[in-house]
């Protein structure tokens, strides 16, 4: 079980993170660096930022059901398809990152008022198996950090960048 002081550090990471998504956005040269794909299989950094408020929606609900549920089971989705379904290229920028600062900002104080008790709940990821708050914790904590990397080394490697 994670100590709470290595908890709190995860929760103000997890607090942190939709500043350094915005920041890691910050750094396109131009609007169109946004939209570029540095491959045809990768996402651009407009779509990484789409993905990161549907994938902020899908991890506060996460939370709760680990948190409220009896036996709670988290869904999986197909990242990669509803990026797809939901052509994240044409989705508003403006309106994603939205989305992730009111999702954290809802979240934040919800994890930080959970008792001892519901840190040690577990459920079934319909992908992963045992799934439990903790492992929360730790995948969100670092999740949004991920993706502003992913960001700048997209961005690093337009090629109007050179």
Known sequence: MTAAAERATLIASYAAGPARLRAALDNAPVIEALAWRPAPDEWSAHEIAVHCADS???AALRIRYLVAEREPVIQGY???????????QAHPL????????AVRAHTVPVIRALPEAAWARRGTHTESGTYGA????????????????????ALARWPGAR
């Open 56 to 58: 902020e929606m899908n």
């Open 78 to 88: 197909d990242e990669t398809g509803w990026a797809a379904a939901m052509d994240y």
């Open 94 to 101: 403006t309106v994603a990152l939205a989305v992730v600062d």
């Open 134 to 153: 903790e492992d929360w914790l730790r995948i969100y904590a670092a999740h949004l950090e991920e993706h502003a990397a992913q960001i700048e080394r």
